[in-house]
């Protein structure tokens, strides 16, 4: 998890633009509802296991516990992604259970009153498109609750940490099986290779 002064929002589909909270911490009247706080931290949800296409688990890499800034404490989420490789585009779903897409009875998580989805994010390089999902499964029978997935639109990312919102007040959470997702395509990464950092993502929950 890291600590950083700035703290910036983009503006776009469900994504509010304004003053965000300082880094790492959710607003006013909100606690946080970790995915991802720290490789191995207790209260992180999900399991980074679904890969889009299917078959291409071999060119998306997942390291859970990387630790390239060496300017901070803690470790963040790396994602290596061969476009070329799966096809023109590919993608990591984290799950309530490991492979779980809502076709089967099995877990969900409650995240009713969710005002918020926040993460940061970075690219190795700079100018690395992505795209940020959650709640994917809506047609699924066991799937998520809301009807439509929550959608950043697309994202160019900095070499620098920046911290991102899209808002969820209104949303139906009541019942989430896919809490956060990336995809990434060639259009929009056309050398076809990209790596990307991720760190404290959480949803805002009521207190």
Not at 13 to 36: D, H, K, N, T
């Amino acid at each position: 998890m890291h600590r950083l002064p700035r703290a910036i929002a983009i503006a776009g589909p469900l994504v509010l633009a304004s003053q965000l909270p300082a880094a790492g911490s959710s607003g006013a009247g909100f606690e946080p509802w970790w995915v991802y706080r720290d490789a191995g931290a207790s209260e992180n949800h999900g399991s980074w296991t679904n890969i889009i296409p299917a078959g291409a688990g071999e060119h998306v890499r997942v390291d859970l516990a990387d630790r390239s800034d060496l300017s901070t404490e803690g470790t963040e989420v790396r994602l290596d992604m061969n476009l070329t490789g799966a096809g023109w585009c590919c993608g990591i779903i984290v799950a309530s259970e490991p492979g779980y897409w809502g076709d089967r009875p099995g877990m969900g998580f409650s995240l009713r009153g969710a005002q918020a989805l926040v993460f940061r994010a970075r690219g190795l390089m700079g100018k690395e498109r992505i795209r940020v999902k959650a709640a994917l499964s809506g047609d699924q029978p066991f799937g998520d609750s809301a009807p439509l997935p929550l959608d950043s639109g697309w994202i160019e990312l900095g070499t620098e940490w920046r911290e991102f919102r899209i808002l969820t007040a209104g949303r139906d959470l009541s019942r989430v099986i896919t809490p956060f997702a990336v995809i990434a395509n060639d259009k929009h990464n056309p050398s076809g290779r990209l790596t990307v950092f991720l760190d404290d993502i959480r949803y805002e929950l009521p207190r």
